[in-house]
């Protein structure tokens, strides 16, 4: 079965940039989905369409995507910026969904 | 405002079944495809299944094939997902999610434990 590949963990400090990647084969034919998800809370759509940011989702947060790896940066991290963050995509048909496993996010 | 209310949630015995409910309002739900997923305590989110606009196709992850079957009614803006032949560890809130251009909206999710 298709499977997207993140990185388990990541640590920042207040102000720097994190960055999380996201690998898997049908990313050239498909688009990424990035998601929030704070502890007990459902997630939050962050970026959509590989690199669009939904309303209300802060400017420091952006994404892009190249062959078969994508990334989300958020730019200037601050406090409630911790949490688990979720690549999501399809399989190269577009029949299935997947998300990848997700990367804590950690401001030291 | 868009809502999304899942129900249905709770204890049952290994092989057992249960109903969950997605009450949605706040859009037009025909208007949307829907999706179920899932996530196991302390771990991550889980695509489990989704119906396209009318109910007209549904697709399932290979872990859930044959034994859950989503559906909806169109009519209420409700969304539902029958689950049979329960395994521990199918156990998981199980969250209803619209699609549009990725997952837009969420509920807050339905406990669903499968112990004995």
């Known amino acids: 079965s298709y499977e997207l590949t993140q990185p388990p963990s990541v640590s920042v400090s207040p102000g720097q940039t994190a960055r999380i990647t996201c690998s898997g084969d049908a990313l050239p034919k498909q688009y990424v989905y990035w998601y929030q998800q704070k502890p007990g809370q459902a997630p939050v759509l962050v970026i959509y369409?590989?690199?669009e940011r939904p309303s209300g989702i802060p400017e420091r947060f952006s994404g892009s995507s190249s062959g078969t790896k994508a990334a989300m940066t958020i730019s200037g991290v601050q406090a409630e910026d911790e949490a688990d963050y979720y690549c999501q995509s399809a399989d190269s048909s577009g029949s299935y969904q997947v998300f990848g496993g997700g990367t804590k996010v950690t401001v030291l | 405002e868009v809502q999304l209310v899942e129900s249905g949630g709770g204890l049952v015995q290994p092989g057992g079944s249960l109903r969950l409910s997605c009450a949605t309002s706040?859009?037009?739900?025909?208007?949307?495809?829907m999706h179920w997923v899932r996530q196991a305590p302390g771990k991550g989110l889980v695509w489990v299944s989704r119906?396209?606009?009318?109910?007209?196709?549904?697709s399932y992850a290979d872990v859930v094939k044959g034994r859950f079957t989503i559906s909806s009614d169109n009519a209420k803006n409700t969304l539902f997902l029958q689950m049979n032949s329960l395994r521990a560890e199918d156990t998981a809130v199980y969250f209803c999610a619209r699609s549009d251009y990725g997952f837009d909206h969420w509920g807050r999710g339905t406990l669903v434990t499968v112990s004995s």
């Open positions: 369409k590989d690199s």
């Open positions: 706040g859009f037009s739900f025909n208007n949307h495809w």
């Open positions: 119906i396209n606009r009318d109910g007209s196709s549904t």
